[in-house]
């Protein structure tokens, strides 16, 4: 079934199935510009929080925000600009993205994609209508560039996957009402900086490398992409959980991920596929947004796996 046919048939609101129309066609215009190696990606410069810019992460915002300028979107935040561009001042919607997650990767050819999420503007000025909390967003959802382009979807009633028909140039489902494993053997996190992980974060990895022979009693494996978008579709597909936490660098002392542009938006699809996400301490949906490129440390994945996180020593 063709996205167009699923929204109209499932969510009876024409002016936001427009938005996230709108959006799949930028998709498909950055999936080919990354198939086509349309960019230099080894040219780099810096965006306004410090992070490493690439052409297609310049590219591919410019897509995005042009593809939604004809629909009913009040201003459009991503995270290669410094705030967010006003567009229809009466318009019902906030657009928040990260143009191209893992851009940092694309020479090595890993996945990389898009997130989305889509909040309500409530008759908000737009400074505040962008800082909602997380819970308040009506839609979100990310695309997959690799192998197959994919897009993983929520509004809120459960989480879709759809595949890009490269003929049609369209997504179709593939998956509805998509479902995370509660139980896992796989965790992903980034090894190399142990020696800056809190005694928690040490002792849960610790406990799930030892194996059956340890207190969880079974053999774990893992899985490290580096690219925010690929490690989550593993999550959605078979289960897992992904861990970023703060540590004692002074960066990532707050965390890494932002919590507007990648946090927020994979942990509603997380939770509306029976997932669970957290910064360590609060359920990541409602965290106070007091800052548009906020950062916050990031752990979702199986339930019954982010719980023994949670109550880990």
């Known amino acids: 079934m063709e996205i167009s046919k699923f929204l109209n048939k ?25 198939k086509d190696n349309s960019y230099d990606v080894y040219k780099v410069s810096t965006n306004s929080d410090g ?8 590219f591919s915002d410019q897509i995005l925000l042009n593809s939604i300028k004809n629909a009913d979107v009040s201003c459009y935040c991503s995270e290669e600009q410094d705030g967010f561009v006003n567009l229809n001042e009466y318009g019902d919607y906030v657009v928040i993205t990260d143009p191209l997650d893992g851009s ?7 996945s990389i994609g898009t997130i989305f999420s889509i909040l309500p503007r409530n008759n908000l000025k737009n400074e505040e209508a962008v800082k909602q909390l997380g819970i308040n967003q009506l839609c979100s959802g990310f695309f997959v560039y690799g192998p197959r382009t994919t897009l993983f979807l929520t509004l809120k009633h459960g989480t879709h996957l759809f595949l890009l028909n490269h003929q049609l140039m369209k997504f179709e489902l593939i998956c509805k009402d998509v479902t995370i494993s509660e139980t896992t053997s796989e965790y992903a996190i980034n090894s190399s900086y142990e020696r800056f992980w809190n005694r928690k974060v040490k002792n849960y990895i610790k406990n799930c490398q030892k194996g059956k022979n340890g207190p969880r009693n079974k053999d774990f494996n893992m899985r490290w992409v580096g690219s925010l ?28 991920l932002r919590l507007t542009y990648e946090a927020n ?15 360590g301490i609060k359920d990541i949906l409602y965290i106070e947004v007091n800052d548009i490129h906020q950062r916050t440390p990031f752990i979702f994945g199986s339930k019954e796996e982010v719980d023994t996180f949670l109550n880990s020593e």
């Open 104 to 110: 940092s990767n694309i020479e090595t050819n890993v």
């Open 10 to 34: 499932n969510f009876n609101n024409s002016k936001i199935n427009k938005v996230i129309l709108n959006l799949c066609d930028a998709a498909i215009k950055i999936s080919q510009a990354i």
């Open 265 to 279: 938006p994979i942990a509603l699809l997380v939770k509306n596929a029976g997932g669970k996400s957290t910064d």
């Open 51 to 58: 992070d490493i810019q690439k052409e297609l992460d310049i």
């Open 229 to 256: 978008v690929a490690d989550a579709s593993r999550i959605f597909n078979r289960g897992g959980i992904f861990l970023y936490p703060n540590d004692l660098r002074e960066k990532n002392k707050n965390g890494r």
